[in-house]
């Protein structure tokens, strides 16, 4: 889940990285107010399709959905143990007496497991789709503070290097004759010693030498005042972008406010009698 920017040229490419933020905002208001796993998937949906516009390889949503998969089973075996709504049929238990198996802790466990996916995807599609100048100055233009706009700017670039200086360092180990791919879980953590601790050291002396070079560009010097390379603005794409998603967040949060739309049945209600 490293920082990882393609470059491009697409429309989400060319947004303001200010709107990607709001937008990110505003989905995740979208993912609060609703329970109903369908429209959940509609979310999804329309996410792997900003996905295709900007150009991302297929390969790199199916690796991250992947990886979320025993993810989105947990969230589902967690929510059995989850006292179910009073009147709830209750199917089988996973355990003698505990964990109830009803069909209203199955659709709200399936739609916390959609809900993280969603977050996971949107978050990697902005890394995607903005560099990390264009973040840590979008930060400062929010009112950000530039201390800790540039220390998530620095955190966000150096997980990719702690990831190569990591694999770099089991590579090594193994050139040693170091046995790290065992199956004994205790074996293992005592295997990854040699390689945690080499690993920690060349990260502290990577942050020392940031530190040393963020002093001597005498950022500590008045950083507010400061200017930026790379000026960023809206545009009458941000604008339209900003409208249309804040106005459909804003109907979902009414009709969810006065109408109660939007619960774990509400597309689902006549299969929910059925059953």
């Not at 989905?27 to 369908?38: A, E, G, K, N, R």
Request: proline residues 5%.
């Amino acid at each position: 889940m490293a920082f990882e920017y393609i470059r491009g040229d697409t429309v989400l490419h060319r947004l303001d990285p200010r709107t990607k933020v709001l937008f990110f905002l505003f989905v995740t208001v979208l993912s609060v107010i609703i329970y109903d796993p369908i429209i959940m998937l509609c979310l999804l949906f329309v996410v792997s399709i900003m996905y295709r516009l900007s150009k991302i390889p297929l390969i790199k949503l199916v690796s991250i959905t992947k990886t979320l998969l025993p993810v989105f089973v947990m969230f589902i075996l967690l929510n059995y143990f989850v006292l179910p709504p009073r009147g709830a049929k209750i199917y089988l238990y996973l355990l003698p007496g505990m964990a109830p198996v009803t069909i209203e802790t199955t659709l709200l466990g399936i739609t916390s497991a959609l809900r993280f996916i969603l977050f996971i995807w949107l978050s990697r599609l902005l890394t995607f789709t903005t560099s990390i100048s264009e973040i840590l100055v979008g930060m400062v233009k929010m009112r950000l503070p530039p201390e800790v706009a540039t220390s998530l700017g620095i955190a966000f670039s150096s997980v990719p290097l702690m990831i190569s200086q990591f694999s770099s360092v089991i590579e090594a180990q193994k050139s040693r004759g170091s046995q790290i791919a065992v199956r004994n879980p205790i074996k293992k953590v005592i295997a990854f010693i040699p390689v945690v601790v080499p690993g920690i050291y060349i990260t502290i002396l990577r942050g020392m030498n940031v530190a040393k070079t963020v002093e001597a560009k005498a950022f500590t010097y008045n950083p507010k005042n400061r200017t930026f390379r790379k000026r960023i603005r809206f545009r009458s794409n941000d604008y339209l972008f900003l409208t249309a998603s804040g106005a459909f967040t804003m109907i979902f949060l009414v009709l969810k406010l006065l109408y109660g739309w939007f619960d774990y049945t509400f597309l689902l209600r006549d299969v929910f009698k059925l059953l």
